[in-house]
Structure formats: C-alpha cells, structure tokens
C-alpha cells in the first residue's frame, strides 16, 4: 500500500491573482483608443466605408463599455461622409444609450472606486452630449428640415441652461449652437428669433469679424436702431446692404481638426502629498484657418467654437470629483489591502494586495476622437443658381457643390481633417 504524496499548497498570492487577474486584464484589453487606431486612420484618410466596416466589426465583437463610443464614432463617420439620415438615426440611438446611463448603477460606481475608471461604460463628458445635438442639427439642416434642426438647436441651449443655472457648472452656451439657430432663423424669415440668436453668439464668440454682418442688417431691419448704431461702431468695415430680391446666401461650416485627446497627468487633491493620476486633455496640432471660395469672392473661414478649449473647461470641472474619487478608492484599497494581509497572516501579501489594486486603477483615457477640434464658418451673398464652394485646408483643396436661392441660407457642411 502506498502512500499518497501530499501536495504542498499555493501560495495564497495565487488566489489573489485569480480575484485580481481579471480586472488587470480588463484594464489593458479595454483600451478602446488603441484598438479603434485603424478606424481613426481610414476616417482621416476619408477612407469612410473602410471606417465604418472596422465600426460594424467592434460594435459586434467588441467590449460593451465601449458601445456608446463606437456610435459616437460611426455617427461622426456617417456625417462626414454625407450620409445624413443615417447619422441623424445612429446618433438618436448614441442619445438614447448616454441619457440611460446617467443613470448609473451604484455596483459599477464601487466597482470603479476598487478597480479603474475604465471598468464602467463610458458615459461620455458633458461637451460631448451636447455634440450629438450639435451634429444632429447639422444633420437635419442638410436634409432642408429647418424646423427638426430648430428642435436640435433649442435642446442645445436647453441642456447648457440646466448644467449653467440648475448644476452650477462653469458652462456657457456654445457660439456654434446659437449662430447655426441664428441662420436657420434667417432662412425662415422669422428675423427677431435670428437678431437674438446671432446677438447671443457674437456675446460667446466676439471675433466673428465678417460673420456679424447679419446682425448689422437684421438690426436695422427689426427696428433695434440703437443697437445698430452700437454695431456700427464696433464693426464699421462690414458691408451689409439689405439683400435684393434676387440674391441667396451661403453659409460654409468647416468642421476643421481634430478634437484634443485624454492623457495621463499627476496632480495633489486639496492639501493632499500624494498625487492622484487624472485625466487631461491635450491639442492634436493647431489648426489654421480653411479658405472658402465661390464664384469671385474668397474669404478666411472664422473660427465660432473651439472644441478645443471648450473639452477642457468641462473636463476641468471633473477635475475635482475625480480626484476626490481617486482617493476615495485609495482609502478602499488599503482597506482591502489590510483585511487580505491579516487573513493570510501576511504582510507582504497585504502590501502585494495594494499594490496590484493601484496598478489596475487607470485613468479612463477614452473621448470622441473623431469629433473636429473647431467649427469654422465663412457666409457668402449669392445670385441664384449653382455654385461650386471650394475650401482649401492645409494646402488641400475639397469642392462641393450648392444650389442657392432667391431670399434663402444655404447650409452647407465640410469635414477637414489636417
């Protein structure tokens, strides 16, 4: 009769890498940044079918945290490459899924709190929310629904007035959203709903230059003689005749660049020595001004709206909640920590413990890529008929064409890369 030989147990860290194994993984494997680099790459390339296959290939296969990124990402493809309802349908559903989960689930907040940031499905940053009206309004106003993107426009500034007044958030409306409102007014003829919407955004954007003629005439066409005057001065070298009866006009939205992207920083919470890995935004690149042709006039494309700085007001605003939380599931881990080193009568797999908690706690670096870093705009007055626009951005040169009409603003919207 033989004796069995005894096996020697595992040591308890192999227990502590099964419970853990899985959030380290996941932290690496869920970097949808990394894993998107081809999609990027085909979109800039205006490689857009190409863009949307990869899409379609993680939308099935890829991670479920990343769902609500990966329609972002499809409804930008699908709005710069023209196909409008399309976008208007896929960035309804991107609304949809964002307002379901602001209602976050407590499990995955504590979940997040012992684990990463990246361990919850992305919610998107405020600015970015806004951005799907933003498009959709777009969207809306190349398919000549004035009044749907009307609806857009308004939610805009509805949801902006909740976070300013109701969240207390350093917000402010988006020069953008009130001069697209302004030229859709325009075009329907209601002239005191155009005034307020162009005099909003000549308030958030005071460079506008050229693009403030039609509050001059529009000021002077509702009666607001004193408000005329002060224009006047303040822009004495805009022309700004009344339009004849055959004349149009065009609007050129240039979605020039790219949006900043996440990278890692280390900064103190209030009086705290340690420091805490957050989140910031960095430029991709400066992005110059596009020249925007038709017939015989040219002119510098203005920039209204700087995704830019406007990503890192409202991600500057999280600064401190993160961080807070950050530290909040510091103070959990070495809770964790310690419970795991006294049941083992271990010291160093306590701190081993500790250790492999904080290296899966990474900063959530993922964001909307393919959003521009500027909205520019340039506006022209036109006789009727077809026009060739032509807009050169960084030595390229991108045409389309337009059909203008007697008393009308024609829309019209071009991507630009770098």
Same mark, same amino acid.
């Given at each position: 009769?033989?004796?069995?030989?005894?096996?020697?147990?595992?040591?308890?860290?192999?227990?502590l890498?099964?419970? #853990?194994?899985?959030?380290?993984?996941a932290?690496?494997?869920g970097?949808?940044?990394?894993?998107?680099?081809?999609?990027?790459?085909?979109?800039?390339?205006?490689n857009?079918?190409?863009?949307?296959?990869?899409l379609?290939?993680?939308?099935?296969?890829?991670?479920?945290?990343? *769902?609500l990124?990966v329609?972002?990402?499809?409804?930008?493809v699908?709005?710069?490459?023209?196909?409008?309802?399309?976008?208007?349908?896929?960035?309804?559903?991107?609304?949809?899924?964002?307002?379901?989960?602001?209602?976050?689930?407590? *499990?995955?907040?504590?979940?997040?709190?012992?684990?990463?940031?990246?361990?919850?499905?992305?919610?998107?940053?405020?600015?970015?929310?806004?951005?799907?009206?933003?498009?959709?309004?777009?969207?809306?106003?190349? /398919?000549?629904?004035?009044?749907?993107?009307?609806?857009?426009?308004?939610r805009?500034?509805e949801?902006?007035?909740?976070?300013?007044?109701?969240?207390?958030?350093?917000?402010e409306?988006?020069?953008?959203?009130?001069?697209?409102?302004?030229?859709?007014?325009?075009?329907?003829?209601?002239w005191d709903?155009?005034?307020?919407?162009?005099?909003?955004?000549?308030?958030l954007?005071?460079?506008?230059?050229p693009?403030?003629?039609?509050?001059?005439?529009?000021?002077?066409?509702?009666g607001?003689?004193?408000?005329y005057?002060? #224009?006047?001065?303040?822009?004495?070298?805009v022309p700004?005749?009344?339009?004849?009866?055959?004349?149009?006009?065009?609007?050129?939205v240039?979605?020039?660049?790219?949006?900043?992207?996440?990278?890692?920083?280390?900064?103190?919470?209030?009086?705290s020595v340690?420091?805490?890995t957050?989140?910031?935004y960095?430029?991709?690149?400066?992005?110059?001004?596009?020249r925007?042709?038709?017939?015989?006039?040219?002119?510098?494309?203005?920039?209204?709206?700087?995704?830019?700085?406007?990503?890192?007001?409202?991600?500057?605003?999280?600064?401190?909640r993160?961080?807070?939380?950050?530290?909040a599931? *510091?103070?959990?881990k070495?809770?964790?920590?310690?419970?795991?080193?006294?049941a083992?009568k271990?010291?160093? /797999?306590?701190? /081993?413990?500790?250790?492999?908690?904080?290296?899966?706690?990474?900063p959530?670096?993922?964001?909307?890529?393919?959003?521009?870093?500027?909205?520019? /705009?340039?506006?022209?007055r036109?006789?009727?008929?077809?026009?060739?626009i032509?807009v050169?951005?960084?030595?390229?040169?991108?045409?389309?064409?337009?059909?203008?009409?007697?008393?009308?603003?024609a829309?019209?919207?071009?991507?630009?890369?770098?």
């Open positions: 009769m033989f004796l069995r030989r005894a096996r020697s147990p595992r040591p308890p860290g192999w227990a890498l099964l419970v #853990l194994g899985p959030l380290l993984w932290g690496c494997a970097d949808y940044v990394a894993r998107t680099r081809g999609v990027r790459q085909a979109y800039e390339q205006e857009y079918p190409r863009a949307l296959e990869e379609s290939s993680l939308e099935k296969d890829g991670n479920a945290k990343d *769902t990124l329609l972002l990402d499809k409804g930008m699908l709005h710069a490459a023209g196909r409008w309802e399309e976008s208007i349908q896929v960035l309804a559903e991107a609304d949809r899924m964002s307002a379901e989960l602001d209602a976050i689930s407590i *499990t995955e907040e504590a979940g997040a709190l012992l684990s990463s940031e990246r361990q919850r499905a992305y919610r998107g940053e405020d600015f970015e929310k806004l951005m799907i009206t933003v498009l959709q309004a777009l969207n809306y106003a190349q /398919l000549g629904k004035d009044e749907d993107a009307l609806v857009e426009v308004r805009v500034n949801r902006l007035e909740k976070m300013i007044v109701d969240e207390k958030k350093p917000y409306q988006l020069a953008i959203a009130r001069y697209l409102g302004g030229v859709l007014y325009e075009d329907q003829r209601e709903s155009a005034y307020i919407d162009y005099a909003k955004a000549l308030e954007a005071p460079g506008l230059g693009l403030a003629e039609p509050l001059l005439r529009l000021a002077k066409k509702t607001r003689e004193d408000l005057a002060q #224009l006047r001065e303040r822009f004495p070298d700004h005749e009344p339009l004849s009866p055959q004349e149009g006009q065009v609007v050129v240039v979605e020039a660049g790219l949006a900043p992207e996440k990278e890692s920083a280390n900064q103190h919470y209030r009086e340690e420091l805490i957050v989140p910031v960095v430029d991709r690149g400066r992005t110059p001004a596009a925007v042709r038709v017939a015989d006039a040219s002119a510098l494309a203005v920039t209204v709206t700087s995704l830019d700085q406007v990503a890192k007001v409202h991600l500057n605003d999280r600064v401190g993160m961080l807070a939380k950050q530290l599931g *510091t103070v959990l070495a809770g964790v920590s310690a419970g795991v080193g006294a083992t271990s010291k160093e /797999l306590g701190y /081993l413990t500790f250790l492999l908690l904080n290296l899966a706690n990474q959530d670096l993922r964001s909307w890529l393919s959003l521009p870093a500027e909205f520019q /705009l340039a506006r022209f036109l006789p009727p008929g077809p026009h060739t032509e050169e951005f960084r030595g390229r040169l991108t045409t389309q064409q337009v059909e203008v009409r007697p008393g009308r603003v829309l019209v919207v071009m991507r630009r890369y770098y």
